[in-house]
């Protein structure tokens, strides 16, 4: 458990320093957002599910949605997010162990779980859907109410 929270603190830290040189290397995928084109209802929860990825999801998946290679996979472009939506609202919402194959590499970083809510879920991945160049549509608390909640752990005293 140690050396996995070493592990994200230095992601976390080698992750800030990369967001801040801003070389230009990479390209701004986030500028281009298909929410124009969805219903009232999911772009009014597009500022909400802003908010939540720039405060939890941008430490590992970056300002840009291209992750960082071989440890946090990209949200741009990403054939495994865009597969199953139903899944993509599970795991912000009650972490991932499994292992991922997304745009054909290979991912076995544990996901923590995100938020806490499906509504809050399903904004996020809304977002994402329609940012980082993604033309993913949409899913509807509808689509997803048989996804379900998982009681979190709390961390054992120490």
């Known amino acids: ?70 440890v946090f996979p990209p949200l741009a472009s990403s054939d495994y997010l865009l597969a199953d939506k139903t899944r993509a609202v599970a795991q912000t919402l009650n972490g991932s162990k499994i292992e991922m194959i997304v745009n054909g590499k290979k991912y076995t970083q544990e ?18 859907l329609n940012n980082f160049g993604n033309n993913g549509g949409f899913v509807t608390l509808d689509e997803v109410k048989s996804v379900e909640v998982k009681p979190r752990t709390a961390a054992p005293a120490k």
């Open 1 to 70: 458990m140690k050396r996995f929270a070493i592990l994200l603190l230095l992601v976390f830290a080698s992750g800030l320093i990369l967001s801040s040189c801003g070389s230009g290397s990479q390209p701004a995928t986030e500028e281009k957002s298909a929410a124009g084109a969805l219903p009232a209802d999911i772009q009014a929860m597009m500022p909400k599910g802003e908010q939540i990825y720039k405060t939890k999801c941008v430490v590992c998946h970056q300002t840009t949605g291209l992750g960082v290679e071989n």
């Open 111 to 128: 996901m923590l779980p995100q938020v806490d809510t499906k509504e809050d879920a399903v904004a996020v991945i809304n977002y994402v």
